[in-house]
Protein backbone atom coordinates (compact mmCIF):
# COMPACT_ATOMS: atom_id res chain seq x y z
CA UNK A 1 0.00 0.00 0.00
CA UNK A 2 0.92 3.29 -0.84
CA UNK A 3 1.33 6.01 1.79
CA UNK A 4 -0.60 8.79 1.25
CA UNK A 5 1.90 12.21 0.70
CA UNK A 6 1.33 14.73 3.19
CA UNK A 7 0.12 18.41 1.95
CA UNK A 8 1.56 21.47 3.10
CA UNK A 9 -1.72 23.67 4.29
CA UNK A 10 -1.11 26.70 2.33
CA UNK A 11 -2.21 28.81 4.97
CA UNK A 12 0.71 27.32 6.89
CA UNK A 13 3.25 27.76 4.22
CA UNK A 14 2.13 31.59 3.53
CA UNK A 15 2.54 32.29 7.04
CA UNK A 16 5.81 30.95 7.44
CA UNK A 17 7.29 33.33 4.41
CA UNK A 18 6.02 35.95 6.42
CA UNK A 19 7.53 34.92 9.37
CA UNK A 20 10.64 34.12 7.64
CA UNK A 21 11.07 37.22 5.42
CA UNK A 22 10.26 39.46 8.90
CA UNK A 23 13.01 37.43 10.20
CA UNK A 24 15.42 38.26 7.52
CA UNK A 25 14.17 41.73 6.90
CA UNK A 26 15.10 42.44 10.66
CA UNK A 27 18.58 40.68 10.86
CA UNK A 28 19.59 42.58 7.47
CA UNK A 29 18.75 45.72 8.91
CA UNK A 30 21.08 44.85 12.02
CA UNK A 31 24.11 43.82 10.16
CA UNK A 32 23.37 46.57 7.94
CA UNK A 33 23.50 48.86 10.71
CA UNK A 34 26.75 47.75 11.71
CA UNK A 35 28.54 46.93 8.53
CA UNK A 36 28.27 50.75 8.18
CA UNK A 37 30.66 51.15 11.36
CA UNK A 38 33.33 49.40 9.34
CA UNK A 39 36.12 51.00 6.61
CA UNK A 40 36.67 50.03 3.46
CA UNK A 41 36.72 45.98 2.47
CA UNK A 42 35.67 45.13 6.31
CA UNK A 43 32.68 47.08 5.88
CA UNK A 44 32.24 45.64 2.26
CA UNK A 45 32.92 42.15 3.77
CA UNK A 46 30.45 42.43 6.62
CA UNK A 47 27.66 43.81 4.32
CA UNK A 48 27.61 40.66 2.19
CA UNK A 49 27.93 38.25 5.66
CA UNK A 50 25.08 39.93 6.80
CA UNK A 51 22.84 39.31 3.33
CA UNK A 52 23.98 35.86 4.01
CA UNK A 53 22.73 36.00 7.46
CA UNK A 54 19.86 37.72 6.40
CA UNK A 55 18.56 34.60 4.12
CA UNK A 56 19.93 32.02 7.35
CA UNK A 57 17.84 33.43 9.87
CA UNK A 58 14.43 33.76 7.08
CA UNK A 59 15.17 30.15 6.19
CA UNK A 60 15.66 29.33 9.98
CA UNK A 61 12.31 31.22 10.87
CA UNK A 62 10.06 29.76 8.61
CA UNK A 63 11.70 26.47 8.37
CA UNK A 64 11.00 25.98 12.20
CA UNK A 65 7.63 27.23 12.22
CA UNK A 66 6.48 24.61 9.80
CA UNK A 67 8.07 22.29 11.66
CA UNK A 68 6.39 22.88 15.21
CA UNK A 69 3.49 23.32 13.28
CA UNK A 70 3.88 19.67 11.80
CA UNK A 71 4.52 18.33 15.32
CA UNK A 72 8.54 17.90 15.49
CA UNK A 73 9.19 20.44 17.98
CA UNK A 74 12.40 18.86 18.90
CA UNK A 75 13.68 19.86 15.73
CA UNK A 76 12.07 23.01 15.32
CA UNK A 77 13.49 24.46 18.36
CA UNK A 78 17.14 23.07 17.36
CA UNK A 79 16.82 24.66 14.11
CA UNK A 80 15.48 27.85 15.46
CA UNK A 81 17.97 28.19 18.69
CA UNK A 82 21.34 27.27 16.04
CA UNK A 83 20.09 29.83 13.51
CA UNK A 84 19.52 32.45 16.29
CA UNK A 85 23.01 31.64 18.33
CA UNK A 86 24.88 32.03 15.08
CA UNK A 87 23.03 34.95 14.01
CA UNK A 88 23.79 36.86 17.22
CA UNK A 89 27.85 35.84 17.95
CA UNK A 90 27.96 37.33 14.29
CA UNK A 91 26.37 40.73 15.35
CA UNK A 92 28.33 40.38 18.53
CA UNK A 93 31.47 40.19 17.35
CA UNK A 94 31.60 42.45 14.24
CA UNK A 95 29.58 45.40 16.24
CA UNK A 96 32.94 44.54 19.13
CA UNK A 97 35.31 45.35 15.90
CA UNK A 98 33.68 48.61 14.60
CA UNK A 99 35.37 51.63 15.53
CA UNK A 100 33.45 54.22 17.49
CA UNK A 101 33.00 57.40 14.88
CA UNK A 102 30.13 59.58 13.18
CA UNK A 103 31.73 59.63 9.93
CA UNK A 104 30.06 57.66 7.18
CA UNK A 105 32.64 56.00 5.08
CA UNK A 106 31.65 54.77 1.39
CA UNK A 107 31.66 51.00 0.98
CA UNK A 108 34.30 49.63 -1.90
CA UNK A 109 30.77 49.05 -4.26
CA UNK A 110 29.71 52.64 -4.31
CA UNK A 111 33.49 53.41 -5.36
CA UNK A 112 32.86 51.12 -8.35
CA UNK A 113 32.62 53.83 -10.96
CA UNK A 114 30.54 54.24 -13.81
CA UNK A 115 29.53 52.46 -17.21
CA UNK A 116 27.54 53.04 -19.97
CA UNK A 117 24.15 51.71 -20.58
CA UNK A 118 21.61 51.86 -23.11
CA UNK A 119 18.27 52.25 -21.82
CA UNK A 120 14.77 52.83 -23.59
CA UNK A 121 17.33 53.34 -26.83
CA UNK A 122 19.37 56.25 -25.54
CA UNK A 123 23.03 56.40 -23.82
CA UNK A 124 23.57 57.04 -20.52
CA UNK A 125 26.63 56.84 -17.88
CA UNK A 126 25.16 54.56 -14.81
CA UNK A 127 26.37 53.62 -11.28
CA UNK A 128 26.96 50.51 -11.32
CA UNK A 129 24.98 49.28 -8.03
CA UNK A 130 23.66 52.66 -6.77
CA UNK A 131 21.19 53.16 -9.36
CA UNK A 132 21.49 57.02 -10.19
CA UNK A 133 22.77 57.70 -14.15
CA UNK A 134 23.22 60.70 -16.46
CA UNK A 135 22.46 61.24 -20.09
CA UNK A 136 25.76 60.72 -22.08
CA UNK A 137 27.42 64.14 -23.03
CA UNK A 138 27.37 65.50 -26.18
CA UNK A 139 30.80 67.24 -26.11
CA UNK A 140 33.58 64.54 -25.68
CA UNK A 141 35.05 64.47 -21.71
CA UNK A 142 37.47 62.61 -21.13
CA UNK A 143 38.34 61.44 -17.27
CA UNK A 144 40.56 64.09 -15.11
CA UNK A 145 42.42 62.36 -12.58
CA UNK A 146 44.40 65.78 -12.22
CA UNK A 147 41.24 67.29 -10.70
CA UNK A 148 40.23 64.41 -8.48
CA UNK A 149 43.86 64.57 -7.36
CA UNK A 150 44.20 67.97 -6.59
CA UNK A 151 40.81 68.16 -4.91
CA UNK A 152 41.68 65.46 -2.43
CA UNK A 153 45.12 66.96 -1.67
CA UNK A 154 43.31 70.21 -0.66
CA UNK A 155 40.64 68.46 1.86
CA UNK A 156 43.47 66.69 3.74
CA UNK A 157 43.64 62.97 5.35
CA UNK A 158 39.87 61.75 5.77
CA UNK A 159 38.58 63.36 2.63
CA UNK A 160 38.57 60.45 0.73
CA UNK A 161 37.08 58.14 3.31
CA UNK A 162 33.76 60.05 3.08
CA UNK A 163 34.04 61.38 -0.81
CA UNK A 164 34.50 59.88 -3.85
CA UNK A 165 35.14 62.35 -7.03
CA UNK A 166 34.20 61.31 -10.49
CA UNK A 167 35.83 64.71 -12.81
CA UNK A 168 35.78 64.66 -16.56
CA UNK A 169 36.66 68.05 -18.98
CA UNK A 170 36.98 68.37 -22.48
CA UNK A 171 40.30 68.92 -24.78
CA UNK A 172 40.34 72.32 -24.85
CA UNK A 173 39.27 72.19 -20.99
CA UNK A 174 36.54 74.48 -21.47
CA UNK A 175 33.87 72.47 -20.14
CA UNK A 176 34.46 70.70 -16.88
CA UNK A 177 32.19 67.84 -15.24
CA UNK A 178 32.56 66.79 -11.37
CA UNK A 179 30.34 63.92 -9.60
CA UNK A 180 30.84 63.92 -5.86
CA UNK A 181 29.19 61.17 -4.02
CA UNK A 182 28.71 61.10 -0.15
CA UNK A 183 27.05 59.24 2.37
CA UNK A 184 23.83 60.85 4.12
CA UNK A 185 22.48 60.43 7.40
CA UNK A 186 18.89 60.42 5.81
CA UNK A 187 17.29 61.77 2.58
CA UNK A 188 15.26 64.88 4.37
CA UNK A 189 15.22 68.22 2.94
CA UNK A 190 17.19 69.77 5.74
CA UNK A 191 20.71 67.68 5.02
CA UNK A 192 20.12 68.26 1.44
CA UNK A 193 20.28 71.98 2.23
CA UNK A 194 23.30 71.71 4.88
CA UNK A 195 24.74 69.23 1.47
CA UNK A 196 24.14 72.23 -0.82
CA UNK A 197 25.88 75.11 1.76
CA UNK A 198 28.75 72.88 1.50
CA UNK A 199 29.17 72.41 -2.13
CA UNK A 200 28.65 75.99 -2.17
CA UNK A 201 31.18 77.15 0.16
CA UNK A 202 33.94 77.57 -1.63
CA UNK A 203 32.76 79.81 -4.00
CA UNK A 204 30.94 82.29 -1.27
CA UNK A 205 34.59 81.78 0.49
CA UNK A 206 36.04 83.75 -2.87
CA UNK A 207 33.41 86.25 -2.86
CA UNK A 208 31.44 85.23 -5.51
CA UNK A 209 27.62 85.47 -5.48
CA UNK A 210 26.05 82.20 -5.28
CA UNK A 211 22.43 82.14 -6.37
CA UNK A 212 20.91 79.19 -4.58
CA UNK A 213 17.04 77.68 -4.74
CA UNK A 214 16.42 76.16 -1.52
CA UNK A 215 15.89 72.18 -1.53
CA UNK A 216 12.87 70.72 -2.93
CA UNK A 217 11.30 66.81 -2.05
CA UNK A 218 10.93 64.66 -5.67
CA UNK A 219 9.25 61.50 -3.90
CA UNK A 220 9.61 60.05 -0.78
CA UNK A 221 12.98 59.18 -0.80
CA UNK A 222 14.77 61.96 -2.80
CA UNK A 223 14.85 65.26 -3.14
CA UNK A 224 17.12 68.22 -5.20
CA UNK A 225 18.83 71.32 -4.46
CA UNK A 226 20.13 74.17 -7.34
CA UNK A 227 22.94 76.55 -6.84
CA UNK A 228 24.75 78.60 -9.71
CA UNK A 229 27.29 81.60 -10.24
CA UNK A 230 28.82 83.58 -12.44
CA UNK A 231 32.55 83.15 -12.95
CA UNK A 232 35.07 86.38 -13.14
CA UNK A 233 36.39 85.31 -16.86
CA UNK A 234 32.80 85.28 -18.25
CA UNK A 235 31.85 81.06 -17.60
CA UNK A 236 29.00 79.90 -14.94
CA UNK A 237 28.94 77.15 -12.53
CA UNK A 238 25.87 74.81 -12.30
CA UNK A 239 25.20 72.51 -9.62
CA UNK A 240 22.79 70.47 -8.77
CA UNK A 241 22.32 68.64 -5.30
CA UNK A 242 20.86 65.33 -5.03
CA UNK A 243 19.48 63.04 -2.23
CA UNK A 244 18.32 59.68 -3.15
CA UNK A 245 18.67 55.94 -1.21
CA UNK A 246 20.12 53.30 -2.68
CA UNK A 247 17.72 50.44 -4.16
CA UNK A 248 18.86 47.34 -2.37
CA UNK A 249 20.47 48.47 1.07
CA UNK A 250 18.58 51.40 2.02
CA UNK A 251 21.45 53.91 2.37
CA UNK A 252 21.01 57.46 2.27
CA UNK A 253 23.37 59.59 -0.41
CA UNK A 254 24.05 62.70 -1.83
CA UNK A 255 25.47 63.35 -5.14
CA UNK A 256 26.64 66.89 -6.33
CA UNK A 257 26.79 67.21 -9.81
CA UNK A 258 28.12 70.59 -10.97
CA UNK A 259 29.43 71.74 -14.37
CA UNK A 260 31.87 74.24 -15.13
CA UNK A 261 31.53 76.06 -18.87
CA UNK A 262 30.58 78.67 -21.24
CA UNK A 263 27.28 80.99 -19.87
CA UNK A 264 24.18 79.35 -20.87
CA UNK A 265 20.98 77.22 -20.65
CA UNK A 266 22.56 73.49 -21.89
CA UNK A 267 24.12 73.12 -18.04
CA UNK A 268 21.14 73.16 -16.31
CA UNK A 269 18.86 71.08 -18.92
CA UNK A 270 21.60 68.52 -18.47
CA UNK A 271 21.73 68.58 -14.80
CA UNK A 272 17.45 68.58 -14.70
CA UNK A 273 17.81 65.07 -16.91
CA UNK A 274 19.78 63.21 -13.91
CA UNK A 275 18.21 60.58 -12.53
CA UNK A 276 18.36 59.10 -9.27
CA UNK A 277 16.50 56.33 -7.22
CA UNK A 278 13.46 57.31 -6.14
CA UNK A 279 10.40 56.05 -4.04
CA UNK A 280 6.86 57.66 -4.91
CA UNK A 281 5.42 60.02 -2.31
CA UNK A 282 2.22 58.84 -0.19
CA UNK A 283 -0.18 60.53 -2.65
CA UNK A 284 0.84 58.60 -5.48
Do not use: K, N
Amino acid sequence: MIPARRVVDPRRMMLALTIGATAGVIVGALGGSIADGLVGRAAESATSASRLLAGIAAFAAGGAYLLGAAGHRRAAILLASGASIGVATWLVVVASRAPVRAALTLLESDRAGLEVVEVEGRSWVAHRTLGFRLPQPSVALAPAEDIVRETSDRAGPGWRDVHQLWAFESSDRAVTVTLDLTRADDVSLDALDARARAAAGPLRAQGIEVEAQDARSEGARCGSARFGAALEHGGRVEARVLAFEAPTSHRAFHLVATIVGPAGADAREYLDEIVVPCGRSASE
